[in-house]
């Protein structure tokens, strides 16, 4: 845990050295821009709780994307200080307790990097609104302007157009239909290494059913109106992953 820290705070304090351009830029893709080179940055949070509102971030991984093939830019993965306890109940699952964010940094240190890491490119995670609320409330109450990314992707509700038959599309239940593997589970660079590797089997599945650019993927997902009913009630970012006017409106409990 110790060399993670440690490593986390040089690749954190080489982000702050970066212009604030590299922060700043912003990328708009067309409808009928390819999923099969789309630049992407997987992403994954740990939390100390799953109320988007109230709770904090104590972990951070991301990786970037050329389709569905990693690139070489080194993955990010922070500790982050929450600035609150962590709950026993929470480091059960993630394993993060307070004394592994004892020295970590705060958000506020590691959001330039971290928005800086995304500019330009397309989010994709499992539950990936989830992870853009919070990131954006933890913005918010520092002051900081957040930029969002270009466009975000749910693989989960991808997978659920993709197989609209099937009851569980939780992160396990969707690699294993994949026969990904699972590496570090319920931590955020394991889980983000996890979604990369649900989204390089995605993309030929979604081409034969005829989702092959944003605009077709985007479309799939606002067709999955109860889970995003679920989850703009329960106060997720699904703003993000819809074009505007498209989203439902927020009623109803997520769906898990």
């Known amino acids: 845990m110790r060399q993670r820290l440690i490593g986390g705070i040089g690749r954190l304090l080489a982000g702050l050295r970066s212009p604030p351009h590299a922060v700043l830029a912003h990328a708009v893709f067309p409808a009928d821009e390819p999923l099969s080179t789309l630049p992407c940055v997987a992403l994954d949070t740990e939390t100390t709780g799953l109320n988007v509102l109230r709770d904090r971030i104590v972990s951070i991984g991301a990786l970037r994307l050329s389709g569905g093939s990693r690139d070489n830019t080194?993955?990010?993965?922070?500790l982050v200080h929450p600035g609150i306890r962590i709950p026993a109940r929470?480091?059960?699952i993630h394993g993060i307790s307070d004394t592994d964010v004892a020295y970590a940094p705060s958000f506020a240190l590691v959001a330039p990097s971290l928005l800086g890491y995304w500019q330009r490119r397309v989010l994709?995670?499992?539950n990936i609104a989830f992870d853009l609320a919070i990131l954006r409330h933890e913005a918010e109450r520092i002051r900081l302007p957040f930029h969002p990314?270009?466009?975000?992707l749910d693989i989960g509700l991808l997978y659920a157009g993709l197989k609209p038959r099937v009851a569980t599309i939780t992160l396990e239940a969707i690699a294993a239909d994949f026969g990904v593997t699972v590496d570090g589970r319920h931590t955020a660079l394991g889980d983000a290494e996890t979604a990369a590797r649900i989204w390089s089997h995605l993309l030929p599945?979604?081409?034969?059913?005829?989702?092959?650019?944003l605009g077709t993927a985007r479309s799939l997902m606002a067709k999955q109106r109860d889970l995003l009913h679920g989850q703009a009630g329960a106060g997720w970012a699904i703003g993000d992953l819809l074009p505007?006017?498209?989203?439902?409106?927020h009623e109803g409990?997520?769906?898990g």
């Open 74 to 78: 080194p993955p990010l993965d922070y």
């Open 90 to 92: 929470s480091s059960a």
């Open 124 to 126: 994709v995670g499992h």
């Open 149 to 152: 990314p270009a466009a975000a």
């Open 205 to 213: 599945a979604l081409s034969r059913l005829g989702v092959a650019t």
């Open 244 to 249: 505007p006017h498209r989203g439902p409106q």
């Open 253 to 255: 409990a997520p769906h």
